[in-house]
């Protein structure tokens, strides 16, 4: 794996703009400008809106002002997704050159189908592992989907990477992801290979992100080698648990945090703050209550590379 060294640091954050800020994505937004100011790098916002159809027209500016009233104010005018068709066709191209990506004719049924036909049943969550069908060819069906082929002669595709704060990971691609899509039926860039494409393009040093999107990392890791293109290093912070233990999301109770004066301001910096397990931060401005934060997020970095990961 080519990792990144020596290039100077630079961060981002990647909202979609499916709706504000809540508290969940406050959390992770300052995780990754505290992990870039802190190391005196760049930090840059990246709006996700490849998928059109979760998308809601404005929210990008809603997401942005969320983010300047909390003093997060990104180095570069922030990209959209929306606007990367030709970066994402040419990684695919690339991909096809290669013999690592194939046209998938299957509807969700036919794929459904050929699982139980095998008496495979192992899902993960949504997603199912794809059985291969079109790996030798459409035959009559339509191509519909493309895919990444994650088995190389023969071999299944492995991935060991080192997360900063889950300490090493092991994922078998092939057999827990399987092939995954690249760009999907209704013509839309999937996430894993619009997210690898721009965070190269944009010199990306260092993924901070919601430990939700760990499972994702290696499918990443997968297709920066496939390109040939060097890997980020990552830190994977906590999430914020509703009531019910399971990650905020809008599904159970996240709403956007009240930024109108700057005691909410700091209101829902420090929220955020004990989300990612910084100490009280007693400053009562924004600006000041950031300024104070960047030590003890330096502290808090130090102590978790001398103990390891856990
Ligand atoms: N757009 C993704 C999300 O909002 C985050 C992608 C990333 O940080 O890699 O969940």
Not at 109 to 117: F, H, S, T, V
Not at 139 to 166: F, I, K, N, Q, S
Not at 259 to 285: H, K, M, Y
Request: hydrophobic share 45%; charged share 25%.
């Amino acid at each position: 794996m080519r990792l990144m060294k020596g290039a100077r640091y630079v961060g981002r954050f990647a909202p979609s703009p499916t709706g504000p800020l809540h508290a969940g994505s406050l959390a992770a937004a300052l995780g990754s400008w505290l992990d870039a100011r802190a190391a005196g790098g760049r930090w840059l916002v990246r709006i996700e809106d490849v998928d059109g159809a979760r998308c809601v027209a404005g929210m990008d500016a809603v997401i942005l002002d969320q983010l300047a009233r909390c003093g997060l104010v990104p180095d570069a005018a922030p990209w959209h997704q929306s606007t990367r068709d030709a970066a994402y066709a040419a990684a695919l191209e690339s991909l096809r050159r290669r013999g690592l990506a194939y046209d998938c004719g299957c509807s969700r049924r036919q794929i459904d189908d050929a699982l139980a036909a095998a008496g495979r049943t192992h899902e993960r969550g949504d997603e199912l592992v794809y059985p291969g069908t079109c790996r030798s060819g459409l035959g009559a069906r339509v191509a519909r989907a493309v895919r990444l082929l994650t088995e190389r002669e023969g071999r299944h595709v492995v991935v060991d990477w080192t997360d900063r704060r889950l300490g090493p990971r092991h994922q078998d691609v092939t057999a827990e992801v399987g092939d995954f899509v690249l760009r999907r039926a209704d013509g839309a860039w999937a996430y894993q290979l619009a997210v690898v494409v721009d965070d190269v393009a944009q010199g990306v040093t260092d993924v901070v992100r919601g430990e939700d999107l760990a499972d994702n990392t290696p499918r990443q890791i997968l297709l920066q080698r496939d390109l040939g293109v060097p890997t980020p290093r990552y830190l994977h912070l906590p999430l914020v648990r509703g009531a019910d233990g399971f990650k905020l999301g809008k599904g159970n109770g996240a709403h956007a945090p009240r930024l109108d004066t700057p005691q909410d301001v700091v209101a829902a910096l420090r929220a955020a703050a004990c989300t990612l397990g910084l100490p009280l931060i007693e400053a009562s401005a924004p600006g000041a209550w950031l300024a104070a934060a960047l030590p003890a997020w330096a502290g808090m970095m130090r102590d978790l590379s001398r103990s390891g990961s856990p």
